[in-house]
C-alpha cells in the first residue's frame, strides 16, 4: 500500500487518488476501509488535510483611494545593463487608483533623497 500511496515527488495523493491507483493492480473485500485508515494514518495527510488549516477570517474591504496619485506603490528592478547614461535599474511607480505606472530609469548608486527627488515631481 506504501508504495502506491507515498511519492516523495507528487505530494500526499490523498483517498481517491491512492483508492483509484490500487483498484487498478488489486482487489479484495473491504478495500475502501483499508485504504482509508491507511490515509487517515499518513502523516503527510495528517499536515496537508483542510481540517488542520486555519480559516482565514471575515473578508476586510480594500480602501479605493479617492483622487489620482494619493496612494501610490514603489519598486525598483535592478540588476540590468547599463545604459549610456549609467543607468542600471528602473524604479517602478504605479497609482493604486488609475493604475497608471512609471518606469524611471535611475542608477543603483543613488540615494534615498534622490529617488524621493524623483518622486516628489511626479
Known amino acids: 500500500m506504501r508504495e502506491f ?7 500526499d495523493p490523498g483517498y481517491q487518488n491512492t ?20 490515509v487517515m494514518r499518513c502523516l503527510d ?18 480602501l ?5 496619485w494619493e496612494v501610490i506603490s514603489m519598486d525598483f528592478i ?7 547614461r549609467q543607468h ?10 488609475t493604475k497608471v505606472a512609471y518606469f524611471i530609469p535611475v542608477k543603483s548608486t543613488y540615494s534615498t533623497s534622490d529617488v524621493h527627488n524623483f518622486s516628489s515631481e511626479m
Open 5 to 11: 500511496h507515498v511519492k516523495p515527488y507528487l505530494g
Open 19 to 38: 483508492l483509484t491507483i490500487v483498484n487498478k493492480f488489486y482487489y479484495w473485500s473491504n478495500l475502501k476501509k483499508y485504504v482509508a485508515k491507511f
Open 45 to 62: 495527510y495528517q499536515q496537508v488535510k483542510a481540517e488542520c488549516k486555519n480559516l482565514g477570517g471575515l473578508l476586510q474591504p480594500i
Open 64 to 68: 479605493i483611494p479617492e483622487w489620482k
Open 78 to 84: 535592478k540588476g540590468l545593463l547599463r545604459t549610456s
Open 88 to 97: 542600471d535599474s528602473i524604479m517602478v511607480v504605479v497609482d493604486m487608483l
